[in-house]
């Protein structure tokens, strides 16, 4: 499932968002204690396809997450508190930051020289995969709906309800649900909601054609509603029900309805629709619940905001485990994605902007793909191994040398 959350959610339990996110800021723990210390630096020339990149255009997304994260303070955490490398606060990025800004735009060579610089690759500890990362896409889902209830549109997509909380209880634990005789208690789940808890309180953004296409609004946490007139309405993460994730895939295997090499979005989505009258059923075996807010209609151009509270690229964006990669981190990827029913091979720069309630461990990502018909097929076919090379800012200790050369 994806989830994204506006920066300032992960700042501080200040209210402005719901969901789960992280707490930048933090001060970082102190370097040394780490679950595992097993990254290690490489060359460049470790990265296959690294001169073949079309840098120019990954320079942008940098320079966007610089002037995201510009604003906080150098020793807020960015993540990455399981691994032992540098670059886990704000301060570590300050410098390569400044010197983005001076780099020629559309200069591929000079692009490809700044990150040489002022970066180091970095391996990743293994995980418990044997065969390298497991990636798979998210997209953001273009769907039928209406502003009004009627005919088709009886699917209701809910705002955030102003009784949902998050706070933290006598033991320090951050806890979601609704207050109720001085306690918190769990929030209502899926099939609760979908009984009625949530009826007639005005919470109603629009109203959809399909329930399985609020199911699969929800996992990917943003998308874009079609309106009767062709109008576009842009709907992005705005907190979730605090109830656990169970993946339908999981339970479909169990089920003996999927063979475990056969799940995927794709074949998720057309086991619901063959079977209409178990769907509610199936569907209601994830309790987790996800609300929306209507974006900046304004650029339908834009992704939605990510973990990191930047716009989300289509094929530069990603989600990650923060625990082993810190936000706004360039990520080299190797894999293979499918491009109109074939794979090809991936090689490219990406960038840790976004955070995903399924993606957990130094081997598993998410890569964000898009919107529209081509997004969505790539994504819900998307499902490869690999491997994540982690760009490290180079310590104020140790500063790049002026002279460094693209590699050739």
């Not at 020629?104 to 293994?126: H, I, S």
């Not at 509603?225 to 062709?230: E, G, I, K």
């Not at 999927?258 to 995927?264: E, H, I, K």
């Amino acid at each position: 499932m994806k989830r994204l959350a506006p920066l300032c959610a992960v700042l501080t339990l200040c209210g402005c968002h719901i969901g789960e996110g992280p707490n930048l800021g933090a001060p970082q723990a102190p370097r040394g204690h780490h679950k595992s210390s097993h990254a290690r630096p490489v060359s460049f020339n470790a990265l296959p396809g690294w001169k073949d990149d079309a840098l120019e255009d990954a320079l942008p997304v940098f320079l966007q997450d610089c002037h995201q994260v510009g604003s906080l303070p150098a020793d807020s955490s960015l993540g990455g508190a399981d691994i032992g490398y540098p670059g886990r606060q704000v301060g570590d990025w300050q410098a390569a930051c400044n010197a983005a800004r001076s780099v020629p735009a559309g200069d591929r060579a000079a692009a490809q020289a700044f990150f040489e610089q002022w970066f180091v690759p970095y391996t990743l500890p293994a995980g418990k995969r044997a065969d390298g990362t497991l990636f798979t896409g998210y997209y953001e889902p273009e769907i039928r709906g209406s502003l009004r209830r009627g005919g088709i549109y009886q699917t209701p997509v809910y705002r955030r309800p102003p009784d949902l909380v998050r706070e933290r209880d006598a033991q320090g634990k951050v806890v979601t649900g609704r207050s109720q005789d001085g306690q918190i208690v769990p929030y209502w789940t899926r099939a609760q909601i979908d009984r009625g808890e949530l009826a007639h309180k005005k919470l109603e953004l629009l109203w959809l054609a399909d329930p399985v296409d609020l199911f699969f609004l929800q996992l990917q946490g943003a998308g874009r509603v079609r309106l009767p007139n062709d109008k576009v309405i842009r709907l992005g993460f705005d907190g979730l029900n605090g109830q656990p994730y169970v993946p339908l895939g999981r339970v479909m295997v169990a089920q003996g309805l999927l063979g475990a090499d056969d799940v995927s979005m794709a074949s998720i989505r057309g086991w619901l629709e063959a079977n209409p009258d178990k769907a509610r059923d199936m569907m209601e075996q994830n309790p987790n619940y996800v609300f929306f807010r209507e974006l900046d209609q304004d650029d339908t151009q834009a992704g939605a905001p990510g973990a990191l509270g930047v716009a989300l690229t289509p094929g530069r964006s990603m989600a990650v485990d923060r625990d082993f990669i810190p936000l706004g981190s360039p990520v080299w990827v190797q894999a293979q994605v499918p491009v109109d029913g074939h794979p090809v091979t991936w090689n490219r720069l990406d960038f840790a902007q976004d955070l995903g309630t399924d993606i957990k461990g130094p081997d598993r990502a998410d890569l964000y793909m898009g919107w529209g018909p081509e997004a969505a097929q790539a994504a819900g076919n998307l499902r490869s191994t690999g491997q994540m090379i982690v760009l490290v800012p180079r310590a104020a200790a140790e500063p790049a040398k002026k002279t460094h050369k693209p590699t050739h």
